[in-house]
């Protein structure tokens, strides 16, 4: 049971940084330095965690943590894809730079 107790701790504290990573996106309208890789691993993470608990039969009350953790990275990686898609229609078509002729 501690040990329930513990992970169910540890997702709510991860869980806890989650709404400001999404708020600083949403007030930035940037994605800067964001990687959509990292939070695919973490929801992955998450799913894998899901899966344990499923397979052992114990601890099922954890999932709805597991469960709420993936709605708020999955609301910031939409964010990451929706202002990356925004910003990019937004930037002017920049010519290629030019590469000097070799003599």
């Keep these: 049971m501690l ?3 513990l992970e169910f701790m540890m997702l709510i504290l991860f869980g806890v940084s989650w709404p ?3 708020a600083k996106t949403y007030r930035a309208k940037r994605v800067d330095g964001k990687s959509p890789l990292f939070e695919i691993i973490v929801i992955a993470g998450y799913l894998c965690g899901i ?3 499923f397979a052992s039969g114990q601890g099922m009350w954890v ?3 597991y469960v709420l953790d993936i709605l708020l ?3 910031d990686l939409s964010l990451y ?3 990356s898609f925004k910003n990019r229609r937004r930037a002017p078509d920049a010519a290629p730079p030019k ?3 070799a003599p």
């Design 3 to 5: 040990a329930h107790l």
């Design 20 to 22: 400001f990573a999404i």
């Design 51 to 53: 899966g344990s608990h």
């Design 63 to 65: 999932v709805g943590v």
């Design 73 to 75: 990275v999955s609301t």
């Design 81 to 83: 894809f929706y202002y």
């Design 99 to 101: 590469v000097e002729d």
